[in-house]
Structure formats: C-alpha cells, structure tokens
C-alpha cells in the first residue's frame, strides 16, 4: 500500500479513536445521573464500555478475515457507531424520567443497574471494537509487518482517543453541552464511513485478492518465525496479565495524584491525556526502531521488566509530589497551572506509560501465525488484554487498596511485571543464555528495590504537613481520607508572627478527601454550617422530617437534633468513612448525630438516594463538596432541584451551600439561576466571609419573628447560637443578603446549571472575573418585607445587615492579600459594638498573622 494511501487511513483512524473518547466521557456523565457516583457505579460503566469493545473485537475480528470489502464493512461499523452511539445519547439523556415512568427510579436494584449498563452501553462499543481489526486486516500485506502496520494504527487510534479526551474535557461539553458533543461526534462518525467509501474505490487492500484460498507467503525474514501452540497461548496469558498490570498502574496513578493535585476534571482529563500520550509514543518506538529488530520476545519479557522498576519509580516520584507541586505552582503560576499539572503528571506517568504502549504491537506480531487469521488474531489479543485490564481496575480498587493500601499495591504488581517477564522468558527457547540471567537478575532486585521504601511512605506524603498533627488516613475503595487537627501549638510554628499567634489558643481539625477539603471544624466554617440548619429550622413552622446530604463534620446534621420539634433526621453520605471519622473525631462538634436515635445514617450517592425513595420532607439541606469537584454539579443542576422540589412537603424548605469565591462571578450567577427556575422564593444568606447559604421555597416565604425568637430562648439552642456568633435572632437576620425582586437582576442574562450542561464543572470556559464582592453589597436588600409577628426593630436589623457588608468587604480584603485591611474593617465592626465569637475569632486569628504559606 502506498504511504498516501496508508495516511488517509490513518487519518479516518485518528477521527475514529477521537469518538470513541468523547462517548465514554457524554455517557458516564449522563449514567452517573441514575446509577449515581459511586466508585462502583463508575467502574461498572467503564466496564460495559470497555466490554463491548472486547465482543465487538472477537466478532468482527473474524469477520475482517473473511470479507473482501474491509472498507466497506469499515464505513459499515462506523455508521452503526453514530447511529447506536446517538441513540443510547438519547436514551441516557431521557433515563431518569424512563426508568420512574417504568417503576424503575434510579434505575431499580444494583444488579438491575448493572444489567441496563451493559444492555445500552455495549452494541456501540461493539462497533467500535470491530474498527482497529477490521483496518488491520486492510492494510497488511506481509506477516513479519504485521507489528508495525499494527503498531502504526494502534498509535494513531491513541492519538485520536488524546484528541478526544483533551477536546471533550476543555472545549466540547463546556460549551456545547453532553447531548450536542454527542450529536457532532455521531456526525463525525457518519463523515468518516463516507469517506471510508469513497477510499474503497481508490485505495486497493494491500492483500492480494483471494488470499483467504491461498497459503502464507514465506516470511521475508529467514530468522522470522511465528509462535504457534502451546507456547502462543502462554504468550496470551502473558499479555492478559500486562493488560491487568497497565490498567492496576493506571488506577493506582489516577488515584494518588488526584489526591495530591487539585481535584477537578481539568486535572483527570490531563492524567487520562498523559497516559494515553504514553501509549502513542510507546507504539511509535515499537514502529520506528523496535519492529525491525526481530527480537519481540526479548523485547516483550524485557518490557515487563523494565515496567516492573518504573512502577515502583512511579510510586517513589509520587512522594515527592508535594515538592513537584510546590515548584510548579511557583513557576507556572495560576494562569498556566495546567502546564504545570501536566508536568506533573508526565514526571510520573509518561515513561511507564510509553514501556506499556510498546508491548501491544510486539505480541501481535508474536501471536500472528497466518495473513489469513491477521484480523481473528488481532481481535483476540485486544480483547484478552482489554479483559485484563477490566480486572485489574476492578481488583486493585476494590480488593487490593481497601486490604493492603496503595503501596503494598504497587509492589504486587511490580512483582506480577518480573512473573509476566519470566512467563514470556520460558516460551523463548532461543533466548541467549546471557539475556535470561539479566532477567533472572533483574527479577530477583524487585524485593530489594521494594525493601527501600519506608513504611506508610506514600500515606505520609499525602497527609503529613508542618501545619498539623495527622490523626488518621484511610485508603479505601472510594480514596484517601485523612483527618488532620491544628493547634496553636503546632500551627503558630510556621506563622510570621507565632507568639502573637499562640496567645489566642485554637483547636480544629479538618477532613480532607484526595485532595479536597470536606469539612471542618474552625469558626468559619462551623458558622456557616450550623446556619445550614438554623436559618430553615428556625422559620419552617413545624420541621419534623429532615433530609441532609453530605455529612461531612456533622455539624449542620448535629445542629438539626438541638431542634425539638425534629422527629426523624436522614443523612446520605456516599462514603462510609466520612460517617466513621465523623462519629471518632468530632463527635463534640456534631453532638453524636451518628448515634442519635433520631437518625437514620445511609451510604448512598445523594441524587441516587432521592431517586429511589418516596419519603417527603419539611427541610432538606444540601452541603456537598466545592461545585467544581468532579461529579458534585449533579448535585448543582436545574434538574436535582426539580427532584427536590418533589420531596419536599408544602410549606419545606431548602438550604444549599455555595462558596462564591470558589467559581467565577459568571457561574456563580448560574449555579443561583438553576434555583430560580425551579423555586418561588430564593433568597442568599452570607453568615461567613464568601459562604453563601441560599434558601428556597415553592410558597413565598414568610417569617414569624416571634416564633424564632420563643425558639431561640431555649437554652440549649442559645447556647449552641452564641457559640458561632449568633447572639439574638436580629444577628441571624442580619446575614440576610438578597431577597428574591433583587436576585432577579442578578442573573436575569444567565443561563442555568443543567444536567446537559455542567458548566461549573468546566470552570474555565466561563471565567469572566472572580465573585464580584462590591456589586454584591450594592444588591443588599431588606428582610423586613418578610417578617411577621411581634415589634420589628428596624434600626437594629439594619445595623446588623451593614455588619455583615462590611464583614464581606473584609474577606474581599483577605482575598486580595491585604490581612491589614481586612483586620482594620473588622475592628471597625467592633466599635460599632460587635464583638461576639465570630468577629472575635476573625480580629484575633484569622485576619491577625497570616502568611503566604498555604496550611494543608
């Protein structure tokens, strides 16, 4: 075949590996709105995706050996790719309302969830299985070429799945939405079957004509000799096992760099583009220099080897990843972080990940016996790699990290890498009686290069921090949690001003998950919290019934049970370590909400949880993760609220969490519309420098002070409101921002959160400016118009509501750097005669000494 003709194939390729990516991406996203967000939920639809290329692979890998039209049967799977592809969009797209409509909400029992993913997911993904044999089969022409014209397709394939990944995770959904990308990519399948048509008439396969009739050519290489029997099916199991190893190393880098890195899906889009990358490189040295060689037994059993040392290399760098990620923050700064996170990740993952890409093309040339069964062959080495790779994902993450940890991990497949090398090494008969001690050798130095790392070594370097003291770390199947407490004694250490610092003593402590900061137990944080349950608890007329989601500290759920009126407290947490740590170490702040007989605690994925029940509720308080984390927008959207809005009683109330300095003005704008358009009355409270806490309603809302200030009179629940600053209901009145007439204005141009349309997820495509502080002040309006019953002191509810813009500007102040300022305007506040804890704790702590250096 001539090279233009093979580069207009490869060109189809590229566009054909690009789909492939950007379907994987649309459908987890839109699964994960039934079946929820688990680790599992996740697994099991990259499962059916990678399953159904692996029957698609075996049954048209057969078929590309027999029919004498690959092109046209290429165009043939490519247009059943866009057209299955687009039609289970469609269905995704439209499940929730399906599967209610079907008494199935959330999708029905687990197994049934199981079973609706793999029925819809795998007939594309078979399709697109079918593609790289089928092309295969079309361009190769001579047995010892197999290996390279493979690893050329295979690379480009890649490149196409790079381009889709880092398309789909920067431009494609954040501007278009799920369902559009899906519709342009199911385009672009469409496009590349007619040019695959139009090719079938120019370009000629490179087999001969009725060749399947005919016997092997002879090899052009004498040295060149297939392997067959029993020593091919060793090297079979050799390369299942290296698709279980790849995948393990994957799973295992993903998890801990993400814990380390800052968790967003900018920064797994970027490890995915990295270790793909590592695969096209990987198959282009297997093309360039490797395949003339004609030395692939020793190449592959000295692959594995190599992997073996890499893989604990890798461990090893992750480390030092607080160093790398110290020094790249400093030289490429916010505005290039991402180059930076790239780095970051090619430190670690490339190189391995270029040894992998290697492998592939060899054990098709190895395994490859007939020009005639190139296609069958080809199928068969991607699917039992592709199924080794589907039980190395699932062993590693949920049986090796939850009994051994991460590290103990790493070693056991290293120690699989130096098997697989010995395994391939006793199918090699030729193998120079030098090259098999290098490998014995080599084999044998795993357990000592292993014995070098210290104990708990990747655990400490995700927890330690001179800021505090570590009190526990958990590896398990949905990530790392730490728990971490600082003190006075600790913390002051590392502040500019330390004495000044230790005469105020504090101690907190905080959970982070990978490299998120959940909760924690510092004023600030504690103010906002409790306001999550405070502001609805003190207004609703009777709260009985209440629903919490994302239990964190405990403190908004254990702010709930000081209420008398409460008779049953729901919380939904999808960890079940966050429920552990929550009832060990603060069990003080939460008031042992955890084992409060009120309570009912379920692990579950929150919007799957309002899915599958009937139960309705009077409040309903949502206080997940930080909106751009990866997968917390399902509980962002126009849509969750919707589910809300039909759990909730007549006269229930809604209270949600949103950090405004978290995300740009411009999506802050959004994630408040996706409420609008759904609830009546909305309504922002600020309690705490930029925590927003936003309360809704289907009735416009009403406040009777008299009844807030009876409950506020009992001691217990004084007690509890004075602690985090609140010293009579007009204090809590006063953190009253906006009311719904004016919130109109602020996002009357803009569009809201959707499930098609995640956009906070993809911050950076709409990053106009940070939260505006002043425009927000100039927006305050009144709760006045609110309040009912009993004498309104309206000089004093104004009063506190000025406190509060001037507390707004101060955190304004903190955020640009300027602790002098900031700490001027609150002793400001303080001669206007405010000096409860919260102001306290911000004049003598927080705004008192800080320094750049960021506490973990």
Known sequence: MRRSDFLKIGLLFIVSGMCGLVYEVVWLRYLSLTIGSTVFAVSIVISAFLGGLVVGSL?????????????????????AIGVLALGVTLILKNLPAIAGACGLPGGGPQWL?????????????????????????????????????????????????????????????????????????????????????????????????????????????????????????????????????SISYEVLWFRLLSSFMVSNTYTFTILLVTFLLGLVIGGLIYVVWLAKKNKDLELFAGAQLILAF?????????????????????????????????????????????????????????????????????????????????????????????????????????????????LVLSVDQQAPKRRRWLVYCGAFLILPTIMMFPADYLKNAYSETPFGEVLEVIEDRDGNLAVIEYSSEVTCRNFDCPERCSKFPFRHRKIFFGSVSYSSTILTSQRYMSSLAHI????????????????????????????????????????????????????????????????????????NFLLTTQEKFDVISFEPPPPTTPGTVNLYTREFYELIADHLNDDGLLTQWIPMQHQSDWLDRMLIRSLQDVFEHVSIWMPAREEAVILASMKPLKIDLTRMQERWARPQLNQALERVGYLDAYDLLGVFMIGPEDLDGYTAKYEPITDDLPAVEYYLSRFDKPFDHNEFISLASSPARLLTGGPLDLERLEHEQRVTGLMLQASLAARQKDYPAAKKIVQEVMRLGESDAYIQHLDKQLYDCMVSAKAR
Do not use: W
Not at 59 to 79: C, H, M, N, S, W
Not at 138 to 161: C, D, M, Q, R, W
Not at 317 to 336: A, D, N, V
Not at 576 to 594: D, G, H, I, L
């Open 310 to 422: 890499l893989g604990l290399l890798s461990a090893g760098l992750i480390g030092f990843s607080p160093i790398i990620k110290f020094y790249t923050g400093e030289i490429f700064g916010f505005g290039f972080r991402n180059i930076g996170l790239f780095l970051h990740a090619a430190l670690v993952i490339l190189i391995p990940a270029t040894v992998i890409g290697i492998v592939f093309p060899l054990v098709v040339q190895l395994t490859t016996t007939h020009l005639k069964v190139t296609g069958r062959n080809v199928g068969i080495t991607y699917s039992v790699n592709t199924i080794g790779g589907i039980v190395g994902s699932l062993v590693v993450g949920f049986m090796l990290i939850p009994l051994v940890g991460t590290q103990k991990s790493f070693y056991l497949i290293a120690g699989l890498n130096a098997a697989i090398a010995l």
């Open 113 to 245: 969830r199981v079973v609706l993913t793999f029925v819809l997911i795998v007939p594309p993904t078979a399709a697109m299985g079918g593609t790289l044999p089928m092309i295969t089969r079309f361009v190769v022409s001579e047995l010892p070429k197999v290996g390279k014209h493979f690893g050329i397709l295979y690379s480009l394939n890649t490149l196409g799945a790079v381009i889709g990944t880092y398309l789909a995770g920067f431009f494609l959904i954040a501007h278009l939405g799920l369902f559009m990308t899906a519709l342009a990519t199911a385009i672009l399948n469409l496009v590349v079957a007619a040019v695959a048509v139009v090719l079938h008439f120019i370009v000629k396969p490179s087999r001969p004509g009725g060749e399947e009739d005919q016997p092997a050519p002879e090899p052009k290489h004498p040295e060149y000799s297939p392997i067959a029997g029993r020593r091919r099916q060793l090297l079979i199991v050799a390369f299942a096992l290296a698709g279980f190893s």
């Open 536 to 607: 609805p608890m003190l207004i609703h007329k009777d709260p009985k019934k209440v629903l919490t989601v994302c239990l964190g500290t405990g403190i908004t759920a254990g702010t709930f049970t000081l209420y008398e009126e409460l008779e049953a407290l729901t919380v939904v947490d999808l960890n079940k370590n966050v429920v552990k740590v929550a009832a060990k170490y603060f069990k003080k702040e939460n008031r042992q909400v955890v084992s409060n007989k009120k309570t009912k605690i379920i692990v579950a994925d929150g919007r």
């Open 59 to 79: 049954i048209f890998g057969r078929q590309a050996d027999k029919t004498k039209r690959p092109l046209i049967f290429y165009a043939g799977l490519e247009v």
